[in-house]
């Protein structure tokens, strides 16, 4: 068992899926790695705008960010991350935020889990 294996064992449900991300990446480890600290950093920005846009009830920026996020997160079998972020796409594009902070919470929970993933990768 190698480390990446110890590590999708530990999470009982696992933020991605590292065998579907190894495949663009030629099953390299190392360049999913790197691949994932650039994506993280992305990521991370735009909870932060989604934060913002949830707080200031805009519901365009929502979508926007939100339909970005959801992209970022499907590339690399993010699957809790990418569930989270449709929905918040889909409220922004409907202009209800009702639920919103319902779902953000959420999806703050699946990124945290999702840093500390790829930050045990390596």
Known sequence: MDFLDEIQEEHSTQPTDVDVVLEPVGGDRESLVELAHTLLAGVNGQLVQIEGAVAHCDVETLAQVAHGLKGAAASTAAEPTCQAACQLEI???D????????????????????????????
């Open 91 to 93: 409220m922004g594009r």
């Open 95 to 122: 202009g209800n935020l009702d639920d919103a902070p319902g779902v953000l919470a959420p999806l703050k929970r699946a990124i945290e889990d999702l840093n500390a993933f790829m930050a045990n990768m390596g």
